[in-house]
């Protein structure tokens, strides 16, 4: 049975999209505790017995499960750091939906720091969905530094949709992968900050096998004040295809920092990066002015579907 | 019924101030298909964008059913039901070709309907309905979604900036279509036309002829076109393709 007050239970509904209890496996982690966990035939958790945080082992096979492991925060001043390990079964297809929401009325700053590491075995699929949220109006931040590694063997395959819109301080956000020979990575990194906010994505991943690729895009809005810096690399050690994308929206007086990076070590590595950052086009918002909208209107319909 | 009374505009331009529009006053009557056309640099689409409240006017004033809206914003003119397509249609990164119609349309338009409005702008609605209006669509895709926006829009007064450049020939004929049914559908809608297609002109019922911010002609199809015939201001579907 999982027991959450109705903060919690909103920041889950922000986080995981969740009303109630999931089908599958799960573990919900509220307060540093959990409060709540399911296992089901092919997919065990278990805690971990020398850090805070959970081993999640997906048998070989096991076709369209779920996996949900959502973190609310709603205590002012509580800091941790998790860590949960991902194995995935060969030729296993799962969804893992991850994600974190603070609430923070006090004074104290909140933080959360997930590491989470996956370990995708041969040909095996999966969709990770992970996204972060902050609420409260107290002076203490809130803060979460979300770390996550990817080891993916032959012929796996990631697709990683990494989402944080509101609420959320100070971002410090850490992904590394290594890919062998082909394994595909392709990651959508939805980003907007605002106050005077500061998020910081680094992207590492290394292609090490003939025939792997990754497609790392991120997009981004800053407003008001905050500031943001994404920092992709992508190193090709084999031949292999990669492509890394930052596309940005300034408004008022926020700052971005686009460092797009391309490492080949082998002939046949084909990389691209490409960087673009700009305010709204003026001619964007008289188009959706002259359909009606206000000015605010139209300015939020662009942002919303940007980061769709 | 639109009046425009007494308009005019100037910019700067290299540090001179050029007259764009030079005292201009027309009525646009209800249930009318009329054609703007005239030399380029005549003013033709700074008067088009002034009507939609993208300009504002140095001097004059002009009136949607003798209601004063020379002060109205962009957004309330529309509301007001103007509706204008660009000359050249805006790119959205993100928004799709539904969201554009749904905007336009003012509610949640349910995806057949707004399929209906693709397949009026010849467009196949399946392939296009949930594409993002961004830069991997062409700029005649991108042409007939902005028209399907203004059909989407149902204005009392539709303004069309050059709609026919950059869309081909076989979508010509059914644009002349579109017009059409933009006329039969309402018969208070006034539909304004900028362009020099011969084929557009034919089925105008008023031409006004702008050239170096003046009207210098204006009257009914029959009386203005043998004027203009094989002139810059009327050009043969022929022309345009080359």
């Not at chain 1, 949709?161 to 609420?167: A, L, S």
């Not at chain 2, 026919?164 to 049914?181: C, K, M, P, V």
Request: glycine fraction near 8%.
């Amino acid at each position: 049975m999982v027991k959450m007050d109705p903060v919690q239970l909103r920041l889950l509904r922000e986080v995981a999209d969740l009303h109630d209890v999931p089908e599958g496996a799960y573990n919900f982690r509220a307060n540093g505790t959990s409060v709540g966990r399911s296992t089901t035939a092919n997919i065990d958790i278990q805690s971990k017995t020398d850090v805070s945080g959970i081993d999640i082992r997906i048998k070989p096979g096991t076709k369209h499960e779920s996996v949900h492991i959502p973190v609310v925060l709603s205590e002012s001043g509580l800091k941790e750091t998790v860590y949960n390990d991902f194995y995935i079964g060969e030729d296993s297809d799962v969804l893992i939906v991850a994600g974190c929401g603070i609430d923070n009325c006090g004074s104290q700053d909140s933080e959360h720091d997930g590491v989470h590491r996956f370990f995708v075995g041969k040909n095996a699929h999966i969709r990770y969905v992970e996204k972060h949220y902050g609420s409260g109006d107290g002076n203490g931040k809130r803060i979460l530094n979300p770390v996550t590694e990817v080891y993916m063997e032959e012929g796996s395959s990631a697709e990683m949709e990494m989402v944080q819109i509101k609420g959320v301080d100070s971002t410090q956000r850490t992904t590394v992968a290594e890919l062998a020979a082909g394994a595909r990575l392709v990651v959508r990194e939805r980003l907007m900050t605002h106050g005077s906010q500061n998020a910081e994505s680094v992207y590492k991943v290394t292609l090490n096998g003939d025939g792997s690729s990754a497609d790392v895009v991120s997009r981004s809005v800053a407003r008001d004040t905050s500031y943001q810096k994404f920092d992709a690399c992508i190193l090709g050690n084999a031949a292999c295809s990669g492509h890394t994308e930052c596309d940005s929206i300034i408004m008022d007086a926020g700052r971005i920092l686009a460092v797009p990076s391309l490492e080949a070590n082998n002939i046949d590595a084909a990389l691209v990066h490409e960087a673009a950052i700009g305010k709204i086009a003026g001619e964007q918002l008289v188009k959706l002015m002259t359909l009606g909208l206000t000015e605010a209107e139209a300015e939020e319909q662009i942002i919303n579907g940007f980061l769709k | 019924m639109l009046e425009l009374k007494n308009i005019a505009f100037s910019a700067d331009n290299d540090g001179a101030n050029k007259e764009i529009i030079r005292d201009i006053s027309l009525t646009l009557g209800r249930h009318k298909f009329i054609v703007i056309t005239g030399p380029n640099g005549g003013g033709k689409s700074t008067l088009a964008k002034i009507i939609a409240g993208i300009v504002r006017p140095d001097a004059g004033q002009i009136l949607l059913d003798g209601e004063d809206i020379t002060e109205r914003s962009i957004t309330e003119r529309a509301r007001l039901g103007i509706g204008f397509a660009f000359q050249q249609p805006v790119r959205f990164k993100g928004l799709t070709v539904l969201d554009l119609l749904r905007i336009a349309a003012g509610k949640q338009l349910s995806v057949s309907d707004a399929c209906s409005y693709l397949s009026k702008v010849g467009l196949c609605a399946k392939d296009y309905i949930h594409r993002e209006v961004n830069a991997s669509l062409s700029g005649g895709e991108l042409k007939r979604i902005e028209i399907a926006t203004v059909l989407a829009r149902k204005p009392r007064v539709a303004v069309f900036d050059e709609p026919e450049a950059g869309i081909d020939l076989w979508s010509f004929q059914n644009l002349i279509t579109i017009f059409e049914h933009m006329q039969q559908a309402d018969s208070d809608r006034t539909i304004l036309v900028i362009s020099h297609q011969e084929r557009i002109l034919n089925i105008a019922d008023e031409i006004i002829v702008l050239a170096d911010g003046h009207v210098t002609k204006q009257g009914t199809r029959d009386e203005i076109l043998p004027q203009i015939l094989h002139t810059e201001a009327a050009v043969s579907t022929c022309r345009m393709a080359e």
